[in-house]
């Protein structure tokens, strides 16, 4: 079964950038269309940008012209470049793709802290 595995986050001082991995476990003919989602103590996870099989992006309002989605479709690899971090990006960050017509599980997720 294929899994997506989150990496990259860490700790950053505000106006900082952070990129990070959602990397396929196995193979896959596809695991697009995949999704970053985010979700911040007490509250609920919320998307943040997702990018289809065509390389199409969306972005949430709140990290539009911040936020950049990427893939490397060789490795089965989606990457999200954050830049200009706020306090308020502080979260857990998740991918989610999908794997013959199924979401894939959620995995641990990365944190990311915006901290001075």
């Known amino acids: 079964q294929v899994q997506l595995v989150e990496s990259g986050g860490g700790l950053v001082q505000p106006g900082g950038s952070l990129r990070l991995s959602c990397a396929a476990s196995?193979?896959?003919?596809?695991?697009?269309?995949v999704t970053w989602y985010r979700q911040a103590p007490g509250k609920e996870r919320e998307l943040v940008a997702v990018?289809?099989?065509?390389?199409?992006?969306n972005y949430a309002d709140s990290v539009k012209g911040r936020f950049t989605m990427s893939r490397d479709n060789a490795k089965n690899t989606v990457y999200l470049l954050m830049n200009s971090l706020k306090p308020e990006d502080t979260a857990v960050y998740y991918c989610?793709?999908?794997?013959?017509?199924?979401?894939?599980?959620w995995g641990q997720g990365t944190q990311v802290t915006v901290s001075s």
């Open positions: 196995g193979s896959a003919a596809s695991i697009y269309p």
């Open positions: 990018v289809t099989s065509t390389g199409s992006t």
């Open positions: 989610q793709g999908v794997v013959s017509g199924r979401p894939t599980d």
